[in-house]
């Protein structure tokens, strides 16, 4: 399969599981008009419906909800399967061109910047995978941030948090490329807002 077919596959499931998550929090919002979750009771102590919500509503929200998030875990793993091929191939083909638009540092007429942080981990379906992001990459600027102004760890956090569901301009060189990504922090299937674990550049050869 070729990296152009793999890329048309998931596409479609892409735009599925963004379906789907709209889907979600509409009826998110009903149950936050009605002060409710997926778990209170919908009688009171004496088990009649309860008069503060509309129980109707609230419960055939609570059943789309179900339904949805496993279709949501499903096309997620779909997601995933067609993401691992993608690593895959490109592995294989080290020439194999990039789905972000890639930098020319020359043409750009800027210096590109120096790498501060190398990312080590990407998980499969997460917000930095969508973008493009891949273990390896030597990250030059990441939104605000670049290696003149940054500190610790924590301003990627401000970045990230004040940057929910925004696109984030990520700047990187992988291998002798400058790629562009651009980076939507947001919840998914997994933990935090991004699905990537960065660390320091002390002990990695630029």
């Known amino acids: 399969m070729k990296m152009e077919d793999a890329r048309a596959r998931l596409l479609p499931l892409m735009k599925e599981k963004d379906k789907i998550e709209a ?9 936050d008009k009605n002060h409710v979750g997926m778990d209170e009771s919908l009688v009171d102590s004496e088990g009649y419906p309860r008069a503060d919500i509309d129980v109707y509503e609230v419960r055939h929200a609570r059943v789309k909800i179900i339904r949805l998030q496993n279709d949501h875990k499903a ?15 490109a592995r294989q083909s080290p020439t194999s061109t990039s789905s972000s638009p890639r930098v020319d540092p020359v043409e750009d007429n800027s210096t590109p910047g120096e790498p501060f942080v190398q990312v080590n981990l990407v998980s499969p379906g997460s917000p930095a995978a969508l973008a493009g992001l891949c273990v390896d990459d030597l990250v030059i600027e ?36 400058y790629v562009v990504l651009t980076l939507v922090p947001k919840p998914w299937a ?6 990537c674990h960065i660390v320091p550049l002390e002990n990695v050869e630029r």
């Open 190 to 195: 997994g933990k935090g807002l991004l699905g």
């Open 23 to 31: 889907e979600l929090a509409e009826l998110k919002i009903i149950l």
């Open 75 to 89: 096309m997620m793993q779909r997601i995933e399967t067609g993401l691992v091929e993608m690593y895959s191939m």
């Open 142 to 177: 990441f939104g605000s941030i670049n290696s003149q102004n940054f500190k610790s760890f924590k301003d990627f956090g401000e970045v990230v948090n004040h940057s929910l569901n925004k696109s984030v301009i990520v700047k990187v060189k992988r291998r002798n490329d």
